[in-house]
């Protein structure tokens, strides 16, 4: 079965330095990979997906994460980080062409960016 | 264009009560998929509705139900509630055949936070 961890809970970042949320996943074959974020009151948006291809994909609102298949990762960075990146982190995975196969969700990370 | 709605927002139950939850897809959304989010864990997945009918379901017990309207609105019920059914559930809509790597097409509502006493 498909899993992903999310290994930090809590993650602080001061203003303006990268950032970087970490996802490992366990899957049979190769994966599709997703990050989601969660603002309070609000539904998960879509930040990002791996597919296949380039290793480093581009997501909304300045994200970027890179799938290492070596170390089956995909962890999820930003050059500079904003207070208004606070919120609650998703990585996901579903097995390549699963079809309609949902989403498995890690834990979640909470992001702080502090002024 | 109003994306996901749910209702209600917040509820508070007490043990043993039923309760049901509702929510209103994208336009253009034919697909409903329930979540369960429990504090400090990810979403996850309860069953999914098409065309009226329950397509997929995750590991949960037969206390949870669903339906789909014609409309494509759905409704999760819960029976017999137990204290640890309290959590955040979020709906989620797409377009029939949308998933496998087109995950960007599903949209999420902002959830009904269940709390049971």
């Known amino acids: 079965a498909q899993s992903v961890a999310q290994p930090e809970d809590q993650v602080n970042v001061a203003e303006g330095n990268p950032l970087t949320v970490k996802c490992t996943y366990s899957?049979?074959?190769?994966?599709?990979l997703f990050w989601y974020v969660q603002y309070p009151n609000r539904g998960l948006q879509f930040l990002l997906k791996y597919i296949t291809g380039d290793n480093l994909v581009k997501g909304s609102y300045g994200f970027e994460a890179e799938f290492n298949k070596s170390q089956t990762s995909f962890h999820l960075k930003k050059p500079s980080a904003l207070v208004s990146d606070s919120a609650l982190y998703f990585c996901?995975?579903?097995?390549?062409?699963?079809?309609?196969?949902?989403?498995?969700f890690g834990k979640g990370t909470r992001l702080s960016v502090i002024a | 264009d109003a994306g996901v709605t749910q209702s209600p927002t917040h509820l508070i139950k007490t043990r043993g009560q039923q309760v049901t939850l509702r929510c209103s897809p994208k336009?253009?959304?034919?697909?409903v998929s329930w979540y369960q989010q429990a504090l400090g864990q990810g979403p996850q997945f309860i069953f999914q509705?098409?065309?009226?009918?329950?397509?997929q379901r995750g590991n949960f017990p037969d206390r949870f139900s669903g339906h789909q309207f014609p409309n494509y609105s759905s409704e999760l019920n819960v029976n017999a509630l137990l204290l640890g059914d309290s959590a955040l559930y979020l709906c989620a809509s797409n377009l029939f055949g949308t998933g496998g790597g087109e995950e960007e097409k599903l949209f999420f509502g902002s959830g009904t936070q269940l709390s049971v006493l």
């Open positions: 996901a995975v579903i097995p390549l062409n699963s079809g309609n196969t949902p989403l498995v």
């Open positions: 899957v049979s074959g190769n994966p599709y």
């Open positions: 336009s253009g959304h034919d697909t």
């Open positions: 509705y098409y065309e009226e009918e329950e397509r």
